[in-house]
């Protein structure tokens, strides 16, 4: 194995880090002096993100592909390490998402989500593979879904509890050459597509705040911060971990707000 550079020379990939939580995390590698780069579907956002992490003062490059297709993902990849060199960190956070009941959500609205968080998890980490510096990092952001049945979200709880069984195998498989595998489970975050999804009226998400046990909702820096440990020396023995990052929520939070969800959605399937 190959000594682990110093920090301030480390490569980091974030797949989706273009927007929400997952910019967050690359602003944040970034801000720590790390070399970053992002990719998505849109080119729009990617120019922007670019822009906005080489304001910060780092090195920043990317380019863009949609995690369900494979072949795109790993030439990507390919470019930026022959680009870069090897990757010390990627964080891979694919997400889809929409309230529906299974008894009213067709089979493709089904799959897009499967072929989005876990598919393009696959995708993701299949790519970055033959890339990753051994030792090195994988970082997956998974969602409460993975672990609390949700009412309307049966397409997001199989797909999310699909990439944490993928980070436990493969934390498993990649463990001899030294490539740690973790999940972070965020709770409701402020400000991103997924609170805008489930909680898009004032009201709900004061009624989020409340259900956290913390008394607030958290900020891309509080997924930020549990990566950067992750990927520090400090968590050098932690492979195979699903860490929730998420106010305690998932101790009971979660499950009055589901049962609210519900509610509406129920109200809509019998109109």
């Known amino acids: 194995?190959?000594?682990?550079?110093?920090?301030?020379?480390?490569?980091?990939?974030?797949?989706?880090?273009?927007?929400?939580?997952?910019?967050?995390?690359?602003?944040?590698?970034?801000?720590?002096?790390?070399?970053?780069?992002?990719?998505?579907?849109?080119?729009?956002?990617?120019?922007?993100?670019?822009?906005?992490?080489?304001?910060?003062?780092?090195?920043?490059?990317?380019?863009?592909?949609?995690?369900?297709?494979?072949?795109?993902?790993?030439?990507?990849?390919?470019?930026?390490?022959?680009?870069?060199?090897?990757?010390?960190?990627?964080?891979?956070?694919?997400?889809?998402?929409?309230?529906?009941?299974?008894?009213?959500?067709?089979?493709?609205?089904?799959?897009?989500?499967?072929?989005?968080?876990?598919?393009?998890?696959?995708?993701?980490?299949?790519?970055?593979?033959?890339?990753?510096?051994?030792?090195g990092c994988v970082i997956h952001i998974s969602a409460p879904q993975a672990v609390l049945p949700m009412v309307g979200q049966s397409h997001v709880c199989a797909a999310k509890a699909g990439v944490d069984m993928l980070t436990r195998t493969l934390a498993q498989e990649w463990g001899p050459e030294g490539i740690r595998v973790n999940s972070v489970i965020p709770g409701p975050v402020e400000n991103t597509e997924g609170m805008a999804r489930l909680a898009p009226e004032d009201s709900q998400r004061e009624a989020v705040r409340r259900s956290v046990p913390l008394q607030r909702l958290g900020q891309p820096q509080d997924i930020f911060r549990v990566c950067r440990f992750l990927a520090s020396p400090d968590a050098a023995f932690v492979t195979g971990a699903v860490l929730p990052v998420d106010g305690g929520w998932s101790l009971s939070g979660a499950s009055r707000v589901g049962d609210s969800l519900a509610e509406v959605l129920m109200g809509r399937l019998h109109r």
């Open 1 to 135: 194995m190959t000594d682990t550079p110093d920090k301030s020379s480390r490569t980091v990939l974030v797949a989706g880090g273009t927007s929400g939580i997952n910019r967050g995390i690359a602003e944040g590698f970034a801000r720590d002096g790390d070399r970053v780069a992002v990719f998505s579907r849109s080119r729009e956002k990617v120019d922007d993100a670019i822009a906005a992490l080489r304001a910060l003062g780092a090195e920043a490059t990317g380019f863009v592909a949609d995690v369900r297709e494979s072949e795109a993902v790993s030439e990507g990849v390919r470019t930026l390490c022959e680009k870069w060199g090897p990757l010390d960190v990627v964080v891979s956070g694919a997400a889809g998402n929409f309230p529906a009941l299974g008894a009213a959500m067709s089979a493709n609205a089904f799959r897009s989500v499967v072929e989005i968080d876990l598919l393009g998890s696959f995708h993701v980490l299949h790519a970055v593979y033959p890339h990753l510096r051994r030792p």
